[in-house]
């Protein structure tokens, strides 16, 4: 089959290529679907059939057709894609380690096999890292850009995973494993392992294509649909205010009133350098650098009253 249509049975696409079966799964599909065609399948889950094709083409190819890339539907990739994070973040890798440990055996006592242990480790935890900062900033973020709300704009493509750094750390357990391991194991679970973990890069290519040439862009679609929902000027700053914490707002008080960084410290009793490490932030997070300048926003965003600088500053004379 080159390519898959609404009227092709669900079936027949499964074993066409095998690859599906995670497909289906992450979009909460079941099996025992009989002779009922993709669209008949996408009807009873509740699934947008033309985002379902797009995904199984995108999986066997590389490519979607031009005409079955309409508008998709990106609530349904959301779920696709979070879907993945938990197989592979909760099921897949932890699989893979368990078996690996299972194969190497006791690796306290075995220099190599602690290393790649490691290695897998530090991998792990990469991947980790970038899809549940994902979880974090993207979902949410296009949720409040799907329900309308006022938000502040992402730079996606840089909280999106990308394939080059992954596929170079899998190709380097892969190297380690197959050119340099040469120690006590299973042979046949480590040979089970290294399937996996290819197969698992393949996955991963696929998950990070689903991510850039299809999710990518409905969200730069949806973006510009909403690009009057972005933050205007006085949400800015009050959200630049909430990114203060209390302890910074404190430091703004005292050096719009003229206090140095010594008189700071022991009116809030912390040290000089924490002093200075607030101010940095604050600087940071305002992009404001001059006591003036932050002056103003202290007295327009109602941290406090001019009469307060004012009354500071005679007392001081």
């Not at 959200?239 to 914490?245: A, D, G, K, P």
Request: charged share 30%; hydrophobic share 40%; proline share 2%.
């Amino acid at each position: 089959m080159d390519k898959y249509t609404k009227d092709d049975r669900l079936y027949d696409a499964i074993c066409d290529d095998y690859r599906l079966l995670n497909v289906i799964s992450r979009f909460g599909m079941h099996l025992g679907f009989g002779e009922k065609t993709i669209e008949e399948v996408c009807g009873e889950s509740g699934i947008d059939c033309d985002t379902f094709l797009a995904v199984l083409n995108l999986t066997k190819s590389g490519v979607v057709p031009h005409w079955q890339q309409p508008k998709l539907s990106l609530r349904t990739l959301g779920e696709y894609l979070q879907n993945s994070h938990a197989y592979f973040l909760d099921f897949l890798l932890p699989s893979i380690r368990r078996k690996l440990v299972e194969a190497l055996g006791g690796f306290t006592n075995n220099d190599m096999a602690f290393l790649i242990i490691k290695f897998y480790d530090e991998f792990c935890l990469e991947v980790r890292t970038h899809m549940e900062r994902e979880n974090k900033e993207v979902f949410p973020y296009v949720d409040a850009l799907m329900q309308g709300k006022k938000i502040r704009p992402i730079t996606i493509e840089i909280s999106l995973m990308h394939r080059t750094p992954i596929e170079k750390k899998l190709s380097e357990l892969k190297n380690v494993m197959i050119k340099y391991y040469d120690g006590n194991a299973n042979d046949n679970l480590l040979n089970s392992i290294l399937y996996d973990i290819f197969l698992f890069e393949e996955d991963l290519v696929c998950h990070c294509m689903v991510e850039t040439r299809l999710f990518l862009g409905e969200i730069k679609r949806l973006e510009e649909e909403h690009k009057d929902n972005y933050f205007s000027e006085e949400l800015k700053r009050e959200e630049s205010q909430e990114l203060l914490s209390e302890r910074e707002k404190e430091v703004i008080r005292c050096v719009v009133k003229g206090m140095a960084n010594k008189e700071v410290a022991d009116r809030l009793f912390i040290s000089i350098n924490t002093v200075t490490t607030h101010r940095r932030n604050i600087a940071r997070k305002l992009d404001i650098h001059s006591t003036s300048a932050l002056t103003i926003y202290a007295i327009a965003n109602k941290l406090l009253d001019i009469e307060e600088i004012r009354d500071e500053r005679i007392v001081s004379l």
